[in-house]
């Protein structure tokens, strides 16, 4: 089966707590703090795998998880960062973030790497904390949350020529013609359900990847028939061989019909460079049509097609060296390279706050808070007064007692609950 369209969801790895440590050796009474940091949590990275070339795998297993950093240690030991964990996807997948749908990645060449994904940070321990008016901290914070994204990922086949044509035109004979490729062939339209790929050998040094496009019906562009869900894989191809069927009742109806298609669906897929053939010429009634559509009509759209029979090999490799001519007059494909992702820096809409009321308290939305919530540690007497005084500067206090905050009100911070004390 072909699987092009998969939705994900990616979990970093939590950064891993700091430490509240004191050296203890003899002959060193007053050794001092040496509670060491947490390690960084794991990265989730895309990478490119040119083994594969589905997206089925996502259908079993929608959800990676990379590993937590380890916690610091005594004797300021920093703890062993989380392994990133490594994702594999074919070439030709892009990746957008499912909230916003904008393009995170476009994936292409083999071993290209994408973080999707960034680690938490590691908490502090308390060595990190002392100062010339507190020497022995009792202060020590959490590990912070990874980044959690859930992704769309799409992938658009990479070819150099793609085939394209009405149902039944004999893209898939050609194709299995060509290259080594062994598409499902039958005399009736649909045959092919999924694109599929061949390599052709042009010589001794040189190959070329050819996709086998599902057939176009009108209307494909609107999602009609199958072409909805296929033209998007024209995209990536750079020349397109354009088939009309020698058997079909009106073969300048069905190159019009192709044409409008590829012109509604956008993209720049008409501007393409189109070499035209009709097939199946080894059949009387494909060469009349041949004669009367191409070869004895001058001002017939198809005057320029190539005759061909993929059946019996008339004139297939030299529609492919004529393609071939026109790919290698083309400019260079520009490198392709994944959009960065933003660092998890607060921004000023994050540094922000705005409190609501709920049920018998109030809820703090902010970014900001939300962090500093999910850091402290609330087993540290340090670390909880050390977070109400950055609740004093941020104006938060202020704003909860403007609007009549009590002792024993619940404050709510994402999914924490806190009571507001004396």
Same mark, same amino acid.
């Given at each position: ?6 939705? =994900?969801?990616?979990?970093? !790895? $939590? %950064? #891993?707590? @700091?430490?509240?440590? +004191? ?91 994408? =973080?999707?994904?960034?680690? !938490? $940070? %590691? #908490?502090? @321990?308390?060595?990190? +904390? ?96 199958? !072409? ?195």
């Amino acid at each position: 089966m072909f699987y092009d369209e998969a939705e =994900i969801t990616v979990v970093a !790895g $939590r %950064g #891993g707590d @700091g430490v509240v440590s +004191f050296r203890r050796e003899s002959m060193v009474p007053r050794g001092g703090p040496d509670g060491g940091n947490g390690g960084r949590g794991g990265d989730v990275i895309l990478i490119v795998d040119r083994h594969r070339n589905t997206l089925l795998p996502f259908r079993y297993q929608r959800r990676f998880v990379a590993p937590d950093g380890k916690p610091g240690r005594g004797k300021n030991q920093t703890g062993r960062s989380g392994k990133p964990l490594y994702v594999k996807v074919p070439p030709g997948t892009v990746v957008r973030d499912a909230s916003t749908n904008a393009v995170i990645a476009d994936l292409v060449a083999q071993g290209q790497q994408a =973080i999707v994904a960034r680690g !938490g $940070r %590691g #908490g502090r @321990g308390n060595a990190m +904390f002392a100062t010339p008016n507190n020497q022995a901290p009792q202060m020590a914070e959490n590990g912070s949350p990874g980044e959690t994204r859930d992704l769309i990922l799409t992938l658009k086949l990479i070819a150099d020529i793609g085939l394209v044509g009405m149902p039944n035109a004999g893209k898939s004979t050609l194709l299995a013609a060509l290259t080594a490729a062994k598409p499902k062939i039958a005399d009736y339209p649909f045959t092919t359900l999924q694109p599929n790929l061949g390599v052709a050998e042009i010589d001794a040094t040189r190959t070329v990847v050819l996709a086998d496009i599902p057939g176009l019906i009108e209307g494909a562009s609107r999602g009609a028939g199958l !072409g909805i869900e296929f033209l998007k894989h024209i995209e990536r191809t750079r020349v397109l061989i354009h088939l009309i069927d020698g058997l079909s009742e009106d073969p300048l109806r069905d190159y019009e019909t192709i044409q409008k298609e590829l012109a509604a669906f956008g993209h720049g897929l008409i501007d393409k460079p189109q070499v035209l053939a009709m097939t199946k010429m080894d059949l009387p009634d494909a060469q009349a049509a041949y004669e009367l559509y191409c070869k004895n009509n001058p001002t017939s759209p198809l005057r320029d097609a190539m005759p061909i029979s993929a059946a019996s090999g008339k004139n297939a490799r030299a529609l492919l060296e004529q393609a071939m001519r026109i790919l290698d007059e083309l400019p260079p494909l520009p490198d392709e390279t994944p959009v960065a992702l933003q660092e998890l820096t607060p921004t000023e809409s994050e540094m922000g706050f705005t409190i609501t009321r709920e049920g018998g308290g109030f809820r703090i939305h902010s970014p900001m808070v939300l962090r500093r919530v999910e850091t402290t540690r609330w087993d540290l007497d340090e670390a909880t007064q050390r977070f109400q005084r950055f609740l004093e500067r941020s104006g938060i206090t202020a704003e909860l007692e403007a609007r009549g905050v009590k002792p024993g009100d619940t404050i709510y911070i994402g999914e924490y609950e806190l009571e507001w004390g004396e």
